[in-house]
């Protein structure tokens, strides 16, 4: 068993943001979440993670409510990479990724042996050894977002949420990414712009408009000329690539508005 959203819904300064969502994760998959700007990804996030309450409907972790759960037994469950992290406090790359290992320990307890194993662990999956005594305030974007990457997997998490991990990243490092977090054993859910990479490294799709889902299944299945001009207002053409036949999407041109 894994998160599960049922008919959530979420409102924001009175407009809907979210509208009956449904979503039962493959365990130990992942689900890309796709949308244009403001369709609700990064909000059903953070009802998946519990940071938000739908005002309708349930997210569920093994089955019970999140809303019966401490932040803290959610936390040692569930990791979220969000887009943006910033912080005035003077920290090292390697403090940054320590921060994984708080759900994991008492209040005001040192690190353990095994908080230093996880930290290390991270940090050279990351390829972030050689940073670990760098400052955060010293790192790009994109230098960033691998250090949050890194701190999420000290967490040593079954779930893991990304909200738009590839932004600020070149496309080596997206590909990186991409192939790191989708090698881990975890139930993983990711919120992507970049249709192509979705259908290389999702197994599952799920395609937000204006906060109600209009498609959900396989990047083969999802991933069709007709969608992407329905929800995006782009022409496109969609042909497998590859052995596993794959979709991928050659983009031609806008569509005049709907």
Not at 113 to 120: I, T
């Amino acid at each position: 068993m894994t998160l599960r959203a049922e008919r959530i819904s979420r409102s924001a300064g009175g407009r809907l943001i979210l509208d009956g969502v449904d979503l039962a994760l493959r365990p130990r998959g992942t689900t890309g979440v796709l949308g244009p700007n403001g369709s609700g990804k990064s909000t059903l996030l953070r009802l998946l993670a519990g940071v938000l309450a739908p005002a309708c409907g349930v997210v569920t972790l093994d089955g019970r409510p999140l809303g019966e759960l401490s932040r803290r037994a959610i936390a040692r469950r569930v990791a979220v990479v969000e887009q943006q992290v910033d912080t005035q406090v003077e920290l090292t790359v390697a403090d940054v990724v320590r921060l994984g290992r708080v759900p994991h320990r008492r209040p005001w307890a040192p690190a353990s042996p095994a908080d230093e194993r996880a930290v290390r662990t991270a940090l050279e999956r990351c390829g972030l050894t050689d940073q670990a005594e760098r400052a955060w305030r010293t790192l790009s974007g994109g230098e960033r977002q691998r250090v949050q990457i890194a701190r999420a997997l000290a967490q040593q998490p079954r779930e893991l949420l990304l909200d738009e991990p590839t932004n600020h990243l070149d496309v080596q490092h997206q590909l990186d990414l991409l192939t790191l977090v989708t090698a881990l054993p975890v139930t993983t859910v990711v919120a992507l712009h970049d249709l192509n990479l979705a259908a290389m490294y999702c197994d599952d799709l799920l395609v937000l408009r204006q906060g109600r889902v209009v498609a959900h299944g396989t990047p083969g299945d999802v991933l069709t000329e007709e969608l992407i001009a329905d929800v995006y207002r782009v022409r496109a053409t969609v042909a497998p690539l590859g052995p596993d036949g794959r979709p991928h999407v050659r983009f031609l041109g806008t569509l005049p508005p709907g």
